[in-house]
């Protein structure tokens, strides 16, 4: 399985900009799709944002679309998540997640990282 671990989480004033980085290794990482989720206190995992293989497929929660942008850079095995507008119903632990194919992510078995912590202050 490809591990992976998330970086850039910290703490940020509301309508403040974060990145988050899931770097990759072990297995190649074009062969996954990526996505990632967070998880606030007391609530379920929520899916955020997912992107194929190449990138070219790409979907977002309702909740982020328009102020997050999920991007791959392969040939550095890393994974982004740039985080703009942020509002404090964002703060949570972010993870992301590889898995085979980006049409059943929110769903399939796969590896995920260690999380980092997102907190939005008002």
């Known amino acids: 399985q490809v591990q992976l671990v998330e970086s850039g989480g910290g703490l940020v004033q509301a309508g403040g900009s974060l990145k988050l980085s899931c770097a990759a290794s072990g297995r190649t990482f074009s062969d996954y799709a990526m996505a990632w989720f967070r998880q606030a206190p007391g609530k379920e995992r929520e899916f955020v944002a997912a992107?194929?293989?190449?990138?070219?497929?790409?979907s977002y929660a309702k909740s982020v679309e328009g102020r997050f942008t999920i991007s791959r850079d392969n040939a550095k095995n890393t994974g982004y998540l740039q985080m703009n507008m942020l509002k404090p119903e964002d703060t949570a632990v972010y993870y992301c997640?590889?898995?085979?194919?980006?049409?059943?992510?929110?769903?399939?078995?796969?590896?995920w990282g260690q999380g980092t912590q997102v907190t939005v202050s008002s």
């Open positions: 992107t194929s293989r190449s990138g070219n497929s790409i």
């Open positions: 997640k590889a898995g085979p194919n980006v049409a059943n992510i929110r769903y399939s078995m796969g590896s």
